[in-house]
Nanobody
Framework: QVQLVESGGGLVQAGGSLRLSCATS????????MGWFRQAPGKEREFVAT????????YYADSVKGRFTISRDNAKNTGYLQMNSLKPEDTAVYYC??????????????WGQGTQVTVSS
């Protein structure tokens, strides 16, 4: 089992920044990548970004490329999502997830509880 806990969400004006954190515990050695997803009201959950845990190789959805940066601190077993130039359409509940597979957008086994990000115009 892997446990994930997100933090860092909040209310920010358009153009502002937030940094989300995802603290992991449990069998952290068992997963290959960490991902961030988001779900806005009335919409399906969508992929945001992912990073391979050992090599730190990132991959982003086109909608956030150039504005968001995913990273991880192996020593702290924590992942991060730095979000800059935020837009109202970034408003959503953000979830981190862990996967033991190689697919970037699918196959995530463990999920956090989510953290709300609200961007005002």
């Amino acid at each position: 089992q892997v446990q994930l806990v997100e933090s860092g969400g909040g209310l920010v004006q358009a153009g502002g920044s937030l940094r989300l954190s995802c603290a992991t515990s449990g069998r952290t050695f068992s997963y290959y990548r960490m991902g961030w997803f988001r779900q806005a009201p009335g919409k399906e959950r969508e992929f945001v970004a992912t990073i391979t845990w050992r090599s730190g190789s990132p991959y982003y959805a086109d909608s956030v490329k150039g504005r968001f940066t995913i990273s991880r601190d192996n020593a702290k077993n924590t992942g991060y999502l730095q979000m800059n130039s935020l837009k109202p359409e970034d408003t959503a509940v953000y979830y981190c997830a862990a996967s033991s597979g190689i697919e970037a957008r699918n196959g995530y086994d463990y999920w956090g509880q989510g953290t709300q990000v609200t961007v005002s115009s």
